[in-house]
């Protein structure tokens, strides 16, 4: 395996496992570009959901960092990723964010490209050139259950693993056969980093979170929890609801896949789901049986975790920027048929996670201030903080260390 950069050894040998990373993990410029070159041009991506393709034709735009990839629907149903840059000079070639079209077009020369990629005009172009080498470039796509991941990689890793572990489980909620009700970007003053790692624990939520916690018991210990889990597990066999665990995250995720967990938890007896009052919120998802008062934790790669109820979907973005900012992105999912305002309340259904991102931005922001600090040391990880110990973990991999003590 190969040895990581001279400028990270020091760095990588002084970490202590168990502990939370040192102060250039989360500001120096050097890290971030590894961060960009290992991690996020590696990783995959959840670029969107097939119901915005509804049609062919239709198309949206993925953007992260300077890359822009055109996202659509052809005449035959497939769906393609396409890098948005010109094959003259690099000019971009879709301008608006989404939209349905039978060719793009470059607003620069009028260079044009079938939904395909491939270049169907370029005016003037010498007969001898081959325009067939000139079509936009493919970026790598998978469509798993209705959600579109996007890989920049040369070599993406395979959903094999995650479609043999996976879809028994997640099938029964069908995802494919959702759609968008709403989506949040909420921009962070922050290292990617303490998103991500925020997100794995709920040490925090019992102060931070009081309505969170009101309904989820994560802040509670394991042995307060385990009875709620068992009952829970009756219930969700009844409601055709599966309640594996599934941790392939880091040193445990097969050779050459993406990193992917799966965990079904009982909410507090009285919630159906993640609701203000444990009423329900909008109509079953897939063909679910009934609410088992249960939610479940899915992990596709480590920018992208979902939060599924019973009869709706969080899928959580997060967004590198450069090493001092971020963004996150909620999104959230109901059935396909489900009519707002018939159906469910959009303001109940974003109630509790748009509250509870709003808090978890205030705190990343103030965790980030204290880690610029001169005093900042880094603390050990408590039992309740677990999962943010694996993506700490599995981050620490991507330096291509065999192991780091």
């Given at each position: 395996?190969?040895?990581?950069?001279?400028?990270?050894?020091?760095?990588?040998?002084?970490?202590?496992?168990?502990?939370?990373?040192?102060?250039?993990?989360?500001?120096?410029?050097?890290?971030?570009?590894?961060?960009?070159?290992?991690?996020?041009?590696?990783?995959?991506?959840?670029?969107?959901?097939?119901?915005?393709?509804a049609?062919?034709?239709?198309?949206?735009?993925?953007?992260?960092?300077?890359?822009?990839?055109?996202?659509?629907?052809?005449?035959?149903?497939?769906?393609?990723?396409?890098?948005?840059?010109?094959?003259?000079?690099?000019?971009?070639?879709?301008?608006?964010?989404?939209?349905?079209?039978?060719?793009?077009?470059?607003?620069?020369?009028?260079?044009?490209?079938?939904?395909?990629?491939?270049?169907f005009?370029?005016?003037?172009?010498?007969?001898?050139i081959?325009r067939?080498?000139?079509?936009?470039?493919?970026?790598?796509?998978?469509?798993?259950?209705?959600?579109?991941?996007?890989?920049?990689?040369?070599?993406?890793?395979?959903f094999?693993?995650?479609?043999?572990?996976?879809?028994?489980?997640?099938?029964?909620?069908?995802?494919?056969?959702?759609?968008?009700?709403?989506?949040?970007?909420?921009?962070?003053?922050?290292?990617?980093?303490?998103?991500?790692?925020?997100y794995?624990?709920?040490?925090?939520?019992?102060?931070?979170?009081?309505?969170?916690?009101?309904?989820?018991?994560?802040?509670?210990?394991?042995?307060?929890?385990?009875?709620m889990?068992?009952?829970?597990?009756?219930?969700?066999?009844?409601?055709?609801?599966?309640?594996?665990?599934?941790?392939?995250?880091?040193?445990?995720?097969?050779?050459?896949?993406?990193?992917?967990?799966?965990?079904?938890?009982?909410?507090?007896?009285?919630?159906?789901?993640?609701?203000?009052?444990?009423?329900?919120?909008?109509?079953?998802?897939?063909?679910i049986?009934?609410y088992?008062?249960?939610?479940?934790?899915?992990?596709?790669?480590?920018?992208?975790?979902?939060?599924?109820?019973?009869?709706?979907?969080?899928?959580?973005?997060?967004?590198?920027?450069?090493?001092?900012?971020s963004?996150?992105?909620?999104?959230?999912?109901?059935?396909?048929?489900?009519?707002?305002?018939?159906?469910?309340?959009?303001?109940?259904?974003?109630w509790?996670?748009?509250?509870t991102?709003?808090?978890?931005?205030?705190?990343?922001?103030?965790?980030?201030?204290?880690?610029?600090?001169?005093?900042?040391?880094?603390?050990?990880?408590?039992?309740?903080?677990?999962?943010?110990?694996?993506?700490?973990?599995?981050?620490?991999?991507?330096?291509?260390?065999?192991?780091?003590?």
């Amino acid at each position: 395996m190969a040895e990581p950069k001279p400028a990270f050894q020091d760095l990588l040998s002084a970490h202590q496992s168990g502990h939370a990373l040192a102060q250039s993990f989360y500001t120096n410029s050097d890290v971030f570009g590894h961060d960009v070159d290992e991690v996020f041009y590696k990783d995959w991506h959840l670029a969107g959901h097939i119901s915005e393709l509804a049609l062919p034709g239709d198309y949206f735009l993925f953007e992260m960092l300077q890359e822009s990839v055109i996202i659509n629907r052809d005449d035959l149903g497939q769906i393609h990723g396409l890098a948005n840059v010109c094959r003259h000079r690099g000019s971009r070639v879709c301008i608006e964010p989404r939209g349905n079209t039978k060719r793009f077009t470059c607003p620069y020369h009028a260079w044009a490209y079938n939904l395909d990629g491939s270049l169907f005009n370029a005016r003037h172009l010498p007969p001898e050139i081959d325009r067939t080498k000139l079509g936009l470039r493919p970026i790598a796509t998978h469509v798993f259950h209705g959600f579109i991941f996007v890989s920049f990689a040369q070599d993406p890793t395979s959903f094999a693993a995650l479609h043999r572990d996976l879809d028994p489980i997640l099938t029964p909620f069908g995802l494919a056969r959702t759609k968008i009700a709403h989506r949040m970007v909420y921009p962070v003053k922050a290292n990617w980093k303490l998103l991500v790692e925020n997100y794995n624990e709920c040490y925090h939520c019992a102060t931070a979170h009081p309505e969170f916690s009101r309904s989820h018991p994560t802040h509670m210990p394991p042995d307060r929890v385990a009875p709620m889990n068992e009952a829970m597990q009756v219930r969700s066999t009844a409601c055709g609801i599966r309640t594996d665990y599934i941790d392939a995250i880091g040193s445990a995720r097969p050779d050459h896949a993406p990193d992917y967990a799966y965990n079904r938890y009982s909410l507090y007896e009285g919630y159906k789901t993640g609701s203000q009052t444990g009423s329900a919120l909008a109509p079953l998802l897939g063909d679910i049986k009934g609410y088992d008062g249960g939610a479940s934790d899915l992990y596709v790669g480590i920018l992208n975790p979902m939060l599924i109820y019973c009869d709706h979907a969080v899928v959580y973005r997060f967004i590198p920027i450069d090493k001092d900012h971020s963004a996150q992105e909620i999104i959230w999912m109901v059935h396909e048929d489900a009519q707002v305002g018939r159906d469910y309340d959009l303001d109940r259904l974003l109630w509790l996670w748009d509250l509870t991102t709003i808090a978890d931005k205030k705190i990343i922001e103030k965790n980030q201030e204290g880690v610029n600090s001169r005093y900042y040391t880094p603390g050990p990880f408590v039992d309740m903080e677990a999962y943010a110990k694996r993506f700490v973990d599995s981050y620490l991999m991507s330096f291509k260390l065999d192991e780091i003590d």
